[in-house]
């Protein structure tokens, strides 16, 4: 997975130092109730689709943009369902870093599910009864406060750790 240049410049000052840095997840849905997901290729766990914002980029447009990136799936933005900050991690290099999160739920508009990038070794649609045994923590936890959000948009985002 490349490192975006920003980071990169930001690296060659701090060190591996921890980096905040906001991030944006999709939860992507057809108009069969499934649900898109990739495998990742640094832990082999299945995940909603995610990424970091550029500088300046508007997080709906930057969620639109990584999700077209990873698996080839043009989708829109219907509402943000959660913003939360993850757990810190730490690289294989050292690198430590933590992200604010903000999870959209967004509609497939068009195109099929492909590997487009090296982010993932496998994409797909999947039934939200039929899930993959093996997915990520987070993206239980962010799938859960959408559907929850979808099912009483009156209640508004959650708000989490």
Known sequence: MPVPPFITALRARIGHDLLWLPGVTGVVLDDDDRLLLGRRADNGLWALISGILEPGEEPAQGLVREIAEETGVRAEVVALTS???????????????????????????????????????????????RLPERMTASSRHRLAATLAYRDDPTAGPAFTR
């Open 83 to 129: 913003v939360g900050s993850g757990d810190r991690v730490t690289y294989p290099n050292g690198d430590v870093s933590q992200y604010l999160d903000l999870t959209f739920l967004c509609r497939h508009v068009d195109g099929e599910a492909f590997v487009a990038d090296d982010e993932s070794t496998e994409v797909g649609w999947f039934g939200l009864d």
